[in-house]
């Protein structure tokens, strides 16, 4: 390809509302053009990269025995009903609309259900599975924060496969081989070092899931890493135990303080002469929708993790009570809650962040007054059990090897959900065993976002000069540069761009009229990752300027010499 056949030109600067670095980039260098927040259209050079990010995950799947279809992105609300999934409150991201008809759709965010429904047409007996069936497809999010580029849009390209097995064990020999098979995809474009599977909450998917988190500064997750096991956990559902801090142990006697107006743990801690961590944080939760109240503490150091209270609590929702519900059960106003003082009929769930301490801050569940210098068993009865309902932090301790863990932000590439027969009984998806009996079938779904891998890639493989895509992604493996207008010299250029085409290596051929300067500042802009010159002085020696664009190094290099760098 040559540059004078690209529509395309490359910008010293993006525009000035882009503030991820993923998009600056790719925008400047002519891959993706915004439309809007969100919202992005990829340019022929910007499909290159897609589609080869694309064929690694195409061949990995296909290894595993995943079938390639494509189903359709509008979808009949009765498809979603099935699973209750059709709620606005259950998913908050679905998009709505009428046809002409008055007939309502959805715009596809996800295929379980209606790839359940498609494959009870071909999927009756035993003899039938299993079944490994994957797409690529646009796919929507009504995300309300667009700000980190192609990383997390409104719109973007995934890959979604979704698996039917004959029973548990064969599905988890499968959900296994996929672990091991999106580690080789991540492997192969140069990420698998940095990239952890990482134990998650499955959302409104399922109750837990596996993430791939890779390591990188503009990614909105955060992982917590075990150093000796490298066992990866999202900060969401991370098991994790305070760091204990020293505490005096002679107990002073019980106060109650006045403290009405005082807005956050260190206004409060301030204000009672404590450290943060000998105060404690008490939330009412109304449960499953009722009037049940819970009561959930944790230090003041720590927040409450609702996902992790739900699970203690054996409840499918939890929703902070209301100032009128908390002022009914308890008498006071909201902020004043406790252990002190409080009623019986609220269950209380206390972290284990609290088990160790002495002379601690509470509420009184008394309007404006707090307690000091509380302690267990003397003021208020000691929990029988405590429990891990924070959500974890820095300098906080994994249970079980007692390490403190290594925190990284990460951006998520990738996710796999194991349903189990959930999916299945809401769908009555079955089919007829060996006996003749009619069985559940075992479900997952596996996804890799395509477009957002291309962010994490334009982040991590790039530089002060531009984009370094590794070379299984690169649009094209050679940028070939032509210095003067001389016609030997544009002879040889197009001589050097059928070779190295001859040797398997796709190039892209700028023979523009820019000046020399501004070619080599193209080309490592578009990442390119190796750049050969063509010129006067080249053909005088019989050689080609050659530099890599990972390396400062320039080289003159034969014919034979070049072939064995474009090609290793």
């Known amino acids: 390809m040559k540059t004078s056949e690209l529509y395309i030109r490359t910008f010293k600067e993006a525009p000035a509302e882009e503030v991820s670095k993923n998009a600056q980039l790719l925008i400047r260098a002519g891959y993706i053009y915004k439309v809007m927040a969100g919202v992005y259209a990829y340019s022929p050079l910007g499909i290159r990269v897609l589609e080869n990010i694309k064929q690694v995950v195409r061949e990995e799947m296909n290894a595993i025995g995943g079938q390639e279809l494509i189903m359709s992105s509008l979808q009949k609300r009765e498809t979603w009903e099935t699973t209750s999934r059709w709620d606005d409150e259950v998913v908050d991201v679905w998009f709505k609309s009428h046809l002409k008809d008055g007939t309502e759709v959805g715009f596809a965010w996800s295929h379980e259900e209606a790839i359940i429904e498609m494959l009870k047409l071909y999927l009756s007996s035993y003899k039938d599975l299993p079944i490994y069936v994957y797409q690529f497809q646009t796919k929507l999010r009504n995300e309300l924060r667009a700000k980190s580029g192609i990383m997390r849009g409104r719109e ?51 109750q837990f899931s596996h993430e791939f988190q890779t390591l990188c500064d503009a990614g909105e997750d955060v992982i917590y890493l075990v150093p000796s096991t490298k066992e ?15 505490q005096n142990e002679e107990q002073k006697p019980f106060e109650e303080v006045e403290g009405a107006g005082i807005v956050g743990v260190t206004a409060l801690a301030k204000q009672l002469g404590l450290p943060e961590q000998q105060t404690t944080k008490t939330m009412l939760y109304a449960v499953d929708g009722g009037d049940k109240l819970i009561a959930a503490v944790v230090r ?30 308890t008498g006071a106003e ?47 009865p000691k929990p029988a059990q405590f429990y891990d309902i924070k959500i974890a932090k820095q300098g906080d301790i994994h249970p ?89 010299i544009a002879a040889e250029a197009a001589k050097l761009c059928e070779i190295a085409q001859s040797w398997g290596v796709s190039v892209l051929y700028d023979d523009s009229d820019k000046r020399p300067g501004e070619k080599f500042a193209d080309a490592d802009l578009l990442g390119i990752p190796h750049r050969v010159v063509v010129s006067t002085k080249t053909i005088k020696a019989g050689e080609y300027e050659y530099k890599a664009r990972t390396s400062t190094e320039i080289s003159m290099v034969s014919a034979e010499t070049l072939a064995k760098l474009l090609t290793a």
């Open 300 to 329: 003041g150091d720590h927040d409450i993790n609702e996902d992790k209270l739900k699970t203690v609590s054996s409840t499918q929702k939890v929703a902070l009570a209301t100032p009128e519900q908390v002022k009914a059960a």
């Open 334 to 380: 909201i902020g004043y809650a406790g252990v002190v003082n409080l009623p019986e009929h609220i269950t209380l769930f206390v972290d284990d962040s609290c088990e160790s301490l002495i002379n601690f801050e509470t509420g009184c569940n008394k309007t404006n007054f707090h307690a000091r210098y509380v302690n267990w068993e003397r003021d208020v």
């Open 156 to 206: 973007f390209i995934m890959k979604d496969m979704y698996s039917c097995s004959l029973d548990a064990e064969h599905h988890e020999a499968f959900y296994q081989g996929c672990i091991e098979a999106y580690m080789r995809v991540f492997n192969r474009l140069g990420i698998g070092d940095e990239t952890y599977v990482t134990f998650a909450s499955g959302g409104a998917f399922t």
């Open 400 to 488: 079980e090897t007692g390490e403190v863990y290594v925190v990284h932000k990460t951006a998520e590439v990738g996710n796999i959900f194991n349903f189990g027969l959930q999916k299945s009984q809401d769908t009555d998806f079955t089919y007829t065993n060996e006996k003749g009996e009619q069985q559940f079938v075992h479900l997952g779904s596996y996804g890799i976002g395509v477009t957002r891998l291309m962010g994490v890639l334009a982040e991590k493989c790039s530089d002060e000069k531009g984009l370094v895509w590794p070379m299984s992604v690169a649009p094209y493996q050679v940028y070939i540069v032509q210095i003067g207008t001389d016609p030997e």
């Open 232 to 246: 990866a956990f999202n900060e969401e559902i991370a098991p994790a135990k305070a760091a204990p801090f020293e």
